[in-house]
T-cell receptor, first 117, second 112 residues
Framework: DADVTQTPRNRITKTGKRIMLECSQTKGHDRMYWYRQDPGLGLRLIYYSFDVKDINKGEISDGYSVSRQAQAKFSLSLESAIPNQTALYFC????????????????FGPGTRLTVL | GEDVEQSLFLSVREGDSSVINCTYTDSSSTYLYWYKQEPGAGLQLLTYIFSNMDMKQDQRLTVLLNKKDKHLSLRIADTQTGDSAIYFCAETPLLGNTPLVFGKGTRLSVIA
């Protein structure tokens, strides 16, 4: 969905490096999410934010941190990357129902493929 | 907690119908969703059904909801090679203000 953008789209890094993945949206949604996707494991929720002052841990938050800089921006950081964080990372947004969109329907960015060597 | 189950793989011949099944645990879900992920892309919302409906049809797609059995299915008529993708089922969770719960996805392979 072009309304949700992620940068970078691909990143190769080394063990121990700090990495930041960024997500921006123009949908005007208040809720944002970070997922990782691994083959056979589906999507796993890392963190989510229901508004600028709200941050919640998901299923697999260890080793990750997030920052909600503005309603439209939600970044994911890997403080010290390790090889088992190699995965496809997706950002998503949804609306709580205040803007008229179907509540909770999530819209995804194109993904960031991260490789940690 | 909530759980959404799907079979991991489905293979069909081009022109046949595909049926992708999903079971969920939360009987109070408001909406149930189907997302499609094509190779190298993010998830796209394909369709959704409100929990007070039994069926929803949209061109080649038919969604059936059996609330008694907590079973959701997606039927794709006249399946084409372009339908090859991973299909994710998702439900709104029991607790309000928590994210959607996704299944692990069904990889549909269409054989020409």
């Amino acid at each position: 969905d072009a309304d949700v953008t992620q940068t970078p789209r691909n990143r190769i890094t080394k063990t121990g490096k700090r990495i930041m993945l960024e997500c921006s949206q123009t949908k005007g949604h208040d809720r944002m999410y970070w997922y990782r996707q691994d083959p056979g494991l589906g999507l796993r929720l890392i963190y989510y934010s229901f508004d600028v002052k709200d941050i919640n841990k998901g299923e697999i938050s260890d080793g990750y941190s997030v920052s909600r800089q503005a309603q439209a921006k939600f970044s994911l950081s890997l403080e010290s990357a390790i090889p088992n964080q190699t995965a496809l990372y997706f950002c998503a947004t949804s609306d709580s129902g205040t803007s008229g969109s179907t509540p909770d329907t999530q819209y995804f960015g194109p993904g960031t493929r991260l490789t940690v060597l | 907690g909530e759980d959404v189950e799907q079979s991991l793989f489905l293979s069909v011949r081009e022109g046949d119908s595909s049926v992708i099944n999903c079971t969920y645990t939360d009987s109070s879900s408001t909406y149930l969703y189907w997302y499609k992920q094509e190779p190298g892309a993010g998830l796209q919302l394909l369709t959704y059904i409100f929990s007070n409906m039994d069926m929803k049809q949209d061109q080649r797609l038919t969604v059936l909801l059996n609330k008694k059995d907590k079973h959701l299915s997606l039927r794709i008529a006249d399946t084409q090679t372009g339908d090859s993708a991973i299909y994710f089922c998702a439900e709104t969770p029991l607790l309000g203000n928590t994210p959607l719960v996704f299944g692990k996805g069904t990889r549909l392979s269409v054989i020409a």
